[in-house]
């Protein structure tokens, strides 16, 4: 079974641009989260999706938005780039999400680069 | 607010000793859910465990162990006869039953050095 997968591995975008990066979960999850893994921050949550509903967002700026679509997949979009988003950026997913706890499975994640 | 402590930053061990991770952490909930992940150098975090809150038997895996005390909000991951495979930075992390604080809220890390 094919685990969680992030594209694309490596994003170089220029300050004020926008990335958009992409995830799809294990088949049969219906629930996607998307961390920042930036230098000397650690791992801090982004956004939640499930069953195509937005659950939850973290302490991050409305240019950080995305979507899940009918397949369960999602996107991540960071508009207006700032030098200070270059991060890992991973995405996991997990089977029950909203009705019920489980825990949840990262892809290898998307290291943007910001210049 | 919720909270995980992993004071250790970096420890460097000869290969086939054995090692302890600390993880302590903070919450108001009486329901949540504790997690060790595995992050090698490749950047993908591997999961390992989860630990209910209502569930403090202690857990054996091979080489880990896992020794849950809720009286000191305390998840210690423990690696017998460490090997060089075992390097990489390791995350404890938190989460809520409450679906507004379902994220996980991780620790800083401990990066484990084990020496052949």
């Known amino acids: 079974e094919a685990g969680v997968t992030q594209s694309p591995t490596h994003l170089i975008k220029t300050r004020g641009q926008q990335a958009t990066l992409r995830c799809s979960p294990i088949s049969g999850h219906t629930s996607v989260y998307w961390y920042q893994q930036a230098l000397g921050l650690g791992l801090q949550f982004l956004l939640w999706?499930?069953?195509?509903?937005?659950?939850n967002r973290g302490n991050f700026p409305p240019r950080f938005s995305g979507r899940q679509f009918p397949n369960y997949s999602s996107e991540l979009n960071v508009n207006a780039l700032e030098l200070e988003d270059s991060a890992l950026y991973l995405c996991?997913?997990?089977?029950?999400?909203?009705?019920?706890?489980?825990?949840?499975?990262f892809g290898q994640g998307t290291r943007l680069t910001v210049v | 607010a919720q909270k995980v402590t992993q004071a250790q930053t970096e420890i460097s061990v000869v290969e086939k000793e054995d090692v302890t991770l600390d993880c302590v952490y903070e919450?108001?909930?009486?329901?949540?859910?504790l997690f060790w992940y595995k992050q090698p150098p490749s950047g993908e975090l591997v999961f390992l465990i989860r630990?209910?809150?209502?569930?403090?038997q202690n857990e054996i895996s091979g080489r880990y162990s896992w020794n849950f005390q809720k009286s000191t909000s305390s998840f210690n991951f423990t690696i017998t006869a460490s090997q060089v495979v075992d390097s990489a930075v390791y995350f404890c992390?938190?989460?809520?039953?409450?679906?507004?604080?379902?994220?996980?809220?991780f620790g800083s890390g401990t990066r484990l050095q084990v020496q052949p």
């Open positions: 999706y499930d069953e195509g509903e937005e659950r």
């Open positions: 992390a938190l989460a809520q039953r409450d679906t507004g604080r379902r994220a996980l809220t």
């Open positions: 996991a997913s997990s089977n029950k999400g909203y009705r019920e706890y489980t825990e949840a499975f």
């Open positions: 630990r209910n809150s209502f569930d403090e």
């Open positions: 919450t108001r909930d009486t329901t949540y859910y």
